[in-house]
């Protein structure tokens, strides 16, 4: 069912690039991850979002404890945020995945998940308050647009992380060194990709670098279009960007596609 939350796909922004952005660069993050709560908050189709690195001393929670319903309204509307970084939350969740004997999917239930609350997020901000509950299998694919992998469709068995970088042109190749980073000191199961845009668009000089809420906002769009139409998403997100244009035969590609699912 993919309208359902706990079957989809989840989302991860990366909070581990502080240290090499200025103050006004972290009070445009924490407004990026503002925006993709309400949009998350408003879609008839939400995903469990996870911000990751987000430390009691770090500007970025700073900037966010200042509205109102932070930190428990967000993670009992799905928007999770933690104090631990990426390693921490993705590999704790990993290994508390089993699988029984006659297949059926369980996690495994410590006295501290009881105790501290579960994934609907109605308890204090703690490090097991909404810990993700994964499936056997379950993927990372950090999102780059220096990836040599190209998405074709969104995958319900993976987390998509997205990097919490606001000047990706001063700080390039942030994100793909961090997951390579990862990868190579970590058990997690990672990967990078790229969104399909050189691939279904003209950008004419346009520039192809889009804020860490419009990443969220294109991955939610896609979702609610039935995991079919990366135009209509990518556009119906980036309307003012007059100089990007649709390729025609991708124009096509979906309006064949539309009118097979009508009949």
């Known amino acids: 069912n993919k309208g359902n939350i706990d079957e989809s796909f989840r989302v991860c922004f990366d909070c581990n690039f502080e240290d090499q952005m200025t103050w006004k660069e972290v ?39 200042k509205i109102d319903g932070f930190p428990d309204r967000w993670a009992g509307r799905a928007y999770h945020v933690h104090e631990e970084s990426l ?11 089993v699988m029984s004997k006659d297949e059926d999917v369980k996690q495994v239930d410590d ?11 109605t308890h204090n901000d703690n490090s097991q308050q909404s810990q993700p509950k994964l499936r056997p299998n379950h993927q990372l694919v950090y999102l780059t647009g220096d990836s040599e992998n190209t998405l074709t469709t969104l995958d319900n068995n993976t987390t998509y992380i997205i990097g919490g970088i606001v000047d990706r042109n001063r700080l390039k190749r942030a994100a793909i060194e961090r997951a ?15 969104l399909p845009l050189n691939e279904h668009f003209d950008f004419n000089g346009s520039t192809r670098v889009l804020t ?22 990518v556009m119906s997100v980036l309307p003012d960007r007059k100089d990007i244009h649709e390729k025609e035969e991708k124009k096509e590609e979906s309006k064949k596609e539309e009118g097979d699912k009508n009949q």
């Open 212 to 233: 860490c809420n419009h990443v969220f906002e294109i991955l939610l769009k896609y979702r609610e279009n039935g995991y079919k139409d990366w135009g209509s998403a």
């Open 180 to 194: 390579e980073a990862i990868g190579s000191n970590s058990t997690l199961p990672i990967k990078t990709a790229r």
């Open 111 to 121: 006295d501290a998940s009881k105790s501290e609350g579960k994934e609907d997020g």
């Open 87 to 97: 390693e921490d939350v993705f590999g704790s969740a990993l290994s508390n995945v």
């Open 27 to 65: 009070n445009s993050l924490s407004l990026q991850l503002r925006y993709a709560y309400a949009m998350n908050r408003k879609s008839p189709m939400p995903l469990h979002v996870h911000v990751t690195g987000v430390k009691r001393d770090c500007d970025t929670r700073k900037h966010l404890e």
